[in-house]
């Protein structure tokens, strides 16, 4: 899952595959929102990635857009107090792999803010986490940059 600048998301240089199933298969939507089973994470799915075949670890959120706010959805989903809790009843008791099934996400409940708080709320996450995407690409930037002056010294 590479969107939604998630930290430790990146797009391998794999070469595409053509499979053809011999059962239905969920794909992905631009803006729709997946939740990854294994990371216990939601991210809205960019353009780049639209079409895509979903995995086992992976799971498609249909969202009521009259109702919800995918942004809002992505917020609640990975930060909320309320949505942390129940990920930790769901993985209670998990010793190695602290993954989630998907029967735990349905379970999942979230008490529903009005449309404008969500979208508020969703707009601003997703742009702390391009602030913070930025950020880092920065810092490794410049610290590209000083590795780099530190060898030019020693020739």
Partial sequence: MSDCWQPGNTINGDKEQVVRPTQAVLSVR????VISL?????AIVSPE???RLLSNNYV???VDGGKVVPAWFVWHFNESRESRRQQALA???STFVLRLSLTEVRQFTAT???LHKQEAIGGLYLA???KRHYQER????NEQQILSQLSDMIQ
């Fill in 138 to 141: 920065l810092a490794a930037l």
């Fill in 112 to 114: 529903l803010p009005p």
């Fill in 128 to 130: 702390t986490l391009e």
């Fill in 38 to 42: 294994i990371h216990g994470k939601a």
């Fill in 60 to 62: 498609r959120v249909e």
């Fill in 49 to 51: 990635h639209a079409g």
């Fill in 30 to 33: 631009t803006g729709g929102v």
């Fill in 91 to 93: 993985t209670q008791g």
